[in-house]
């Protein structure tokens, strides 16, 4: 757990600086004005999914498929309610603005879907049964 809220930490601020630098060199042409409130959610959602992954696979080591796919299915979901939220509430009528929100979401989608990929794939000795790796 540790090593995985440490390099989860450093990769969080990793993020945000890049997202604040582009942000203050480039303005809302490049990054939405909502990317903040959009990395907030990621981060929250990563690390709610990555606690209840833990939890399960902590009561039965045999449900790591179902809870990491269970995370997956939750990530798509809730990030489609993110979009069509800010879709539905105007967000259509932007312009321009709407393809620097929909740009600034897919990255960081794919940034923290591909952190939680390698986290867990990091972690995936652990949970390989014994004499699996004697083979």
């Known amino acids: 757990m540790k090593k995985f809220l440490r390099s989860y930490l450093l990769f969080c601020l990793l993020v945000g600086f890049v997202l604040y630098a ?5 303005g809302p042409r490049i990054i939405h004005p909502f990317t903040l409130y959009t990395f907030a ?3 929250v959602l990563t690390f709610v999914t990555y606690r209840v992954t833990a939890r399960i696979v902590q009561a039965n080591a045999d449900n790591f498929m179902v809870a990491y ?3 997956m299915i939750i990530r798509l979901l809730l990030s489609l309610v993110l979009v069509l939220i800010y879709l539905f ?3 259509g009528k932007e312009g321009d603005a709407r393809w620097a929100f929909l740009g600034s979401f897919f990255v960081l ?6 952190f939680e990929v390698w986290s867990v794939l990091s972690n995936l000795r652990p949970f390989s049964k014994p004499g699996e790796n004697a083979k």
């Open 22 to 26: 582009l942000y203050s060199q480039f």
């Open 41 to 43: 959610f990621f981060t």
């Open 69 to 71: 796919f269970g995370s």
């Open 89 to 91: 509430r105007g967000g």
């Open 109 to 114: 989608y794919f940034l923290f879907a591909g």
